[in-house]
């Protein structure tokens, strides 16, 4: 069942939309005082981290974590405790996944679109 479920192989390449959108949630609960700044500071730093690591190659994507959500917020765990949870405050995994696709799909389109008029140019 775990391998119908894991979309990691897929999603994976969605991880700067994941951590972008995160950072913008974390902000949001900040300035409506659910989140300390303290707060934002330790999962503001953690996801930096992350996306270093998996720029630089050396995160590990597991299947068992399914998605690119659940594994950026098991390694944030790991890196920062329980405040890690507090990030999920008024949020689903629902919302995740419409803003990292959104993001997405209008970055690649965007990309596209100023490919084509380079292409147009030459």
Do not use: W
Not at 64 to 76: K, P, T, V
Not at 78 to 96: C, F, K, M, W, Y
């Amino acid at each position: 069942m775990r391998r119908i479920n894991a979309s990691i192989d897929f999603d994976k390449r969605l991880y700067a939309e994941d951590i972008a959108g995160s950072k913008a949630h974390c902000a949001m609960l900040v300035a409506q005082k659910i989140l300390s700044p303290e707060d934002h500071a330790a999962i503001s730093a953690g996801l930096d981290q992350i996306r270093s690591e998996i720029e630089g190659g050396i995160f590990d994507f597991s299947a068992e974590h399914e998605d690119i959500h659940m594994n950026i917020e098991a390694r944030l765990a790991e890196l920062i405790g329980p405040v890690a949870g507090r990030l999920h405050t008024a949020r689903s995994r629902n919302d995740q996944v419409a803003t990292d696709y959104g993001c997405g799909c209008a970055a690649r389109s965007i990309a596209s679109t100023l490919q084509c008029a380079i292409c147009r140019r030459r």
